[in-house]
């Protein structure tokens, strides 16, 4: 009889995709509700979005068991620095200890793919992007998961943002309207979804502006 090897990983991959488009007042983050392993879905209706502060919004992808802690020790850490400073934490605020968090555990790393969304300080739309080890940038739109392969090229076509290396800088915002970047994430969707089989069954839009958060729903297809 051959020798058979077991393999055990402790990460999974339960697909599906996250993006998010920064405007001048506001900030357009979404995600699909489908929760796949292999050829298998686990549940149509699990959101991969989290609000963290007021005006900070995570959506993220990958595998949902180390998403889920990830979220638990955000949330901890911003209740600390609540008691501490009797305030919610800014956007980039919650960006930079979202880096942190993950760059602890760069040895053994959360298998998370983030984008974090909101408003800054000035009440400008912001999007910052993420690696599973906490290497982040701030940019006008960005794409996780699963369809990001798809979506990206889509949105550069669409909203490419002036290189950071032009002088003198140039604000990472898109020019769309609010409507606008909602019907644009919709467009990205419905397309994804033709093509990634780990993409589909919901789409869950979260927009920021200055009155609060509002939520969107759109059917995607489910086969």
């Known amino acids: 009889m051959p020798i058979q ?11 599906g995709t996250c993006v998010a488009i920064a405007g001048a007042d506001y900030c357009v983050i ?38 889920r802690a990830l979220q638990k020790v955000l949330e901890a850490r911003h209740l600390v620095y609540q008691h501490q400073h009797n305030k919610q934490m800014s956007c980039p605020a919650m960006a930079q200890l979202l880096s942190n968090t993950l760059y602890y ?5 959360y298998y998370s793919f983030n984008v974090l969304g909101g408003l800054d300080s000035e009440g400008k739309g912001c999007v910052f992007t993420y690696d599973a080890v ?38 990472a915002v898109t020019p769309l309207s609010e ?38 729903y759109m059917e995607l297809r489910k086969d």
Do not use: H
């Open 5 to 15: 090897q077991a393999n055990w990983s402790p990460y999974d991959n339960n697909g």
């Open 30 to 67: 979404a995600a699909d509700t489908r929760m796949s392993t292999g050829y298998n879905i686990l549940t149509r209706d699990y959101s991969k979005i989290i609000q963290l502060a007021d005006k900070s919004v995570m959506a993220s992808s990958g595998f949902q068991a180390d998403v």
């Open 105 to 109: 555990k760069r040895f053994f790393p």
């Open 134 to 171: 906490g290497s982040y940038e701030r940019v006008g739109y960005s794409s996780q998961g699963s369809g990001s392969t798809l979506i990206m090229p889509f949105l550069d076509n669409q909203l490419k943002s002036p290189s950071p290396l032009l002088l003198p800088a140039k604000d």
């Open 179 to 216: 409507s606008e970047a909602a019907d644009l994430v919709k467009t990205c969707f419905a397309s994804a979804t033709e093509r990634d089989i780990y993409t589909g069954d919901k789409l869950e839009i979260l927009v920021l502006n200055a009155e609060g958060i509002r939520r969107e």
